[in-house]
Nanobody, 126 residues
């Protein structure tokens, strides 16, 4: 059974950092495209970052997060990560790990996602 479990959300002050983890089971993260999406209050779900299958190519789709966010993968732990630095109030959202459809390349399209994690809340507040 394919499963994604997000860890690492929480409350952080502006300027702080968080690392989100997405632990996968039922498949090997090395061979699939995975990504992070988020849904802020009152907004639609949007793609944040994506890492391609087999390789290390990553994409950041939210312009305001470029330079502050990075995505990585640990094949041995079957886990992908989203490192977020210099967090801002507007980064407050539920963050979701996403497994893309087989053989799909990176994108920020919700329709390209096959399976979602349950989400983890990130709240940036002073």
């Amino acid at each position: 059974q394919l499963q994604l479990v997000e860890l690492g959300g929480g409350l952080v002050q502006p300027g702080g950092s968080l690392r989100l983890s997405c632990v996968a089971s039922g498949f090997s993260v090395e061979y699939y495209t995975l990504g992070w999406f988020r849904r802020a209050p009152g907004k639609e779900r949007e793609g944040v970052s994506c890492i391609s299958s087999r390789g290390t190519t990553t994409n950041i789709y939210v312009d305001s997060m470029k330079g502050r966010v990075s995505m990585s993968r640990d094949n041995a732990k079957n886990t992908v990560y989203l490192q977020m630095n210099s967090l801002k109030f507007e980064d407050t959202a539920v963050y979701y790990c996403a497994l893309y459809r087989r053989d799909y390349a990176c994108s920020n399209r919700v329709r390209d996602v096959f399976t979602w994690g349950q989400g983890t809340q990130v709240t940036v507040s002073s």
